[in-house]
Nanobody, 125 residues
Framework: QVQLVESGGGLVQAGGSLRLSCAAS????????MGWFRQAPGKEREFVGY????????RYADSVKGRFTISRDNAKNTVYLQMNSLTPEDTAAYYC??????????????????WGKGTLVTVSS
């Protein structure tokens, strides 16, 4: 199992940047594909991006492509979400999630068995 704790959320003006972190417990972090998801008020949780457990290959939702970047530091058991050029539409609770690497990363919420509690990002206009 792996436990996840997100941090780095907050209030930022439109056009600004934030970097979210997700710290994982356990000694096998490097064997997990990691995903970032978000959920805006009244909306379903949606895929933001993922990073492969070993190759570092990433994939992003069209809505964030070119603005958000996911990276990971397996030595620190941490995955990051760098968010630039933020807009009010990016306002949401952001969650990191882990999926056993043997099955690879996924864009689907239900494919991830482990989740953090989320961190809130608010972008003002």
């Amino acid at each position: 199992q792996v436990q996840l704790v997100e941090s780095g959320g907050g209030l930022v003006q439109a056009g600004g940047s934030l970097r979210l972190s997700c710290a994982a417990s356990g000694r096998t972090f490097s064997s997990y594909a990691m995903g970032w998801f978000r959920q805006a008020p009244g909306k379903e949780r949606e895929f933001v991006g993922y990073i492969h457990q070993s190759s570092g290959v990433t994939r992003y939702a069209d809505s964030v492509k070119g603005r958000f970047t996911i990276s990971r530091d397996n030595a620190k058991n941490t995955v990051y979400l760098q968010m630039n050029s933020l807009t009010p539409e990016d306002t949401a609770a952001y969650y990191c999630a882990a999926r056993p690497g043997i099955v690879g990363p996924s864009v689907m919420v239900y494919d991830y068995p482990y989740w953090g509690k989320g961190t809130l990002v608010t972008v003002s206009s």
